[in-house]
């Protein structure tokens, strides 16, 4: 079973970048499709971004900011994320799955990690 743990979260200002992690361990995450989702206060789960064998996947509000790539040999994904904005604000989780129609929505998701706290604000 897979374990995922992410980090990276910061308080940043507007325009400001941060990258997260997520580090897995009990498997390898080859063989998972891995999405990063977050959650805003009051708000429900958003796909964020996604990546399968097919390639990499973006919701449209982060589209041309984030950047979601694997780095295999740390057995982690990453999420580069540029341009930040305050609405960017929310915890934010990677999660696993081995197989999906559809890899930005949430409940096709069954292994995640605890989430790390990201704030944009000056």
């Known amino acids: 079973q897979v374990q995922l743990v992410e980090s990276g979260g910061s308080l940043v200002q507007p325009g400001g970048s941060l990258r997260l992690s997520c580090v897995a361990s009990g498997s390898t995450l080859d063989n998972y499709i891995l999405g990063w989702f977050r959650q805003a206060p009051g708000k429900d789960l958003e796909g964020v971004s996604c990546t399968n064998s097919h390639g990499e996947f973006y919701g449209n509000s982060v589209k041309g900011r984030f950047t979601v790539s694997r780095d295999t040999a740390r057995n982690t994904v990453l999420l580069q994320m540029n341009s930040l904005k305050p609405d960017d604000t929310g915890v934010y989780y990677c999660?696993?799955?081995?197989?999906?129609?559809?890899?930005?929505?949430?409940?096709?998701?069954?292994?995640w990690g605890r989430g790390t706290q990201v704030t944009v604000s000056s």
């Open positions: 999660a696993a799955v081995e197989r999906t129609s559809f890899c930005l929505a949430a409940d096709e998701y069954s292994l």
